[in-house]
T-cell receptor, first 114, second 116 residues
Framework: QKEVEQDPGPLSVPEGAIVSLNCTYSNSAFQYFMWYRQYSRKGPELLMYTYSSGNKEDGRFTAQVDKSSKYISLFIRDSQPSDSATYLCAMSAGREYNFNKFYFGSGTKLNVKP | DGGITQSPKYLFRKEGQNVTLSCEQNLNHDAMYWYRQDPGQGLRLIYYSQIVNDFQKGDIAEGYSVSREKKESFPLTVTSAQKNPTAFYLC???????????????FGPGTRLTVL
């Protein structure tokens, strides 16, 4: 079983839709959760960073962490064609573990149609 | 502008050759990382370095080597011992893994290596 599972998609939505992207994980030691956006042939760009459980909002993006279910989500409101990219989730454990190790999902490819 | 630069953007290698990928950062970050990305797979850690003159193997270090002689530079050499080197290589950095709460990793634009 992989440490982090992410549906590869592709996910195709019309412009303006609400998008929900998700990852599940197996290691209860994970405390730091990140979402990256990666355009084709580019490096990943950090979108959201959260610690432990709860919600974090930044503009049209909301990151949600449910540690009891080992489930994280990224919501995109009013999606735009420019949001078309691959979204990677990533997570790591606390300082008592090897927190140099980041665990990445395989990425979900999103296509927002005009 | 602060950031991470990688060069070259595209690199072609013949079988049996060693090649070196460059990674430079001017963010004054302590830690630097090398990942490999293959289609349909998550990023896999090759090597990381927390401080100058120190580095550690990641999950897939075989066939790769690194050095960290300067804080801002972390070059990766792909040796002829790497059996399947064609991939997208990403360098990343992080301010200070020893700081409580610092866990944000920033990536460079990547180098696409193709073995001919």
């Amino acid at each position: 079983q992989k440490e982090v599972e992410q549906d590869p998609g592709p996910l195709s939505v019309p412009e303006g839709a609400i998008v929900s992207l998700n990852c599940t994980y197996s290691n209860s030691a994970f405390q730091y959760f990140m979402w990256y956006r990666q355009y084709s042939r580019k490096g990943p760009e950090l979108l959201m960073y959260t610690y432990s459980s709860g919600n974090k909002e930044d503009g049209r993006f909301t990151a949600q962490v449910d540690k009891s279910s080992k489930y994280i989500s990224l919501f995109i409101r009013d999606s735009q064609p420019s949001d078309s990219a691959t979204y990677l989730c990533a997570m790591s454990a606390g300082r008592e573990y090897n927190f140099n190790k980041f665990y990445f999902g395989s990425g979900t490819k999103l296509n927002v149609k005009p | 502008d602060g950031g991470i630069t990688q060069s070259p953007k595209y690199l072609f290698r013949k079988e049996g050759q060693n090649v070196t990928l460059s990674c430079e950062q001017n963010l004054n970050h302590d830690a630097m990382y090398w990942y490999r990305q293959d289609p349909g797979q998550g990023l896999r850690l090759i090597y990381y370095s927390q401080i100058v003159n120190d580095f550690q193997k990641g999950d897939i270090a075989e066939g790769y080597s690194v050095s960290r002689e300067k804080k801002e530079s972390f070059p990766l050499t792909v040796t002829s011992a790497q059996k399947n080197p064609t991939a997208f290589y990403l360098c990343a950095s992080r301010l200070n893994p020893g700081l409580a709460g610092d866990n944000e990793q920033f990536f460079g634009p990547g180098t696409r290596l193709t073995v001919l």
